[in-house]
């Protein structure tokens, strides 16, 4: 029964579970959403940003913010298990504390989060007056790399 029969041989078997990924049963996470337009631009009227906290026992997620300008922030906030976090972009940056020689929020920045329960997430960037909008989910299980290691980790 199955793939296989009298005409074709077995040769293995295929285990399941091997086929996870690793962030999916990583007890933290690492995540990286990679864009976000100015904080207080009025273009884009609506910027929000979630993060569920996939395990069972509640945790914190610590949200970092790089701008382009140089501009840093830094938050950590609860997360109850198998809850979510959801935010607008202004009020998660009222929260940070700032760092750099300018305005936090003033510039388009990238965000990492770093968890410790295994996470997902997602941004949504709209604009409720003409009806644009996206939305994206964050890079999961990054690491740091320079672009040489990671160009030679695929060769």
Known sequence: ????????????????????????????????????????????????????????????ATFVMYENDGDMGTVTVDIDGRGT??????????????SGPGTLGDDISYIVMTADFPATGFVMIADT????SMGYLPMQGWQTMSLGSIASSLK
Do not use: H, R
């Open 129 to 132: 007056i003409d009806g644009a």
């Open 1 to 60: 029964s199955g793939i296989c029969s009298e005409a074709i041989e077995c040769c293995c078997d295929i285990y399941i579970g091997e086929l996870c990924c690793s962030f999916d049963t990583a007890g933290e996470a690492n995540m990286v959403y990679p864009y976000f337009p100015k904080s207080n631009t009025t273009v884009w009227n609506l910027l929000g940003i979630t993060a569920s906290n996939l395990g069972a026992i509640d945790g914190q």
């Open 85 to 98: 976090y959801l935010e607008t972009l202004p009020n998660l940056v009222s929260q940070m504390t700032a």
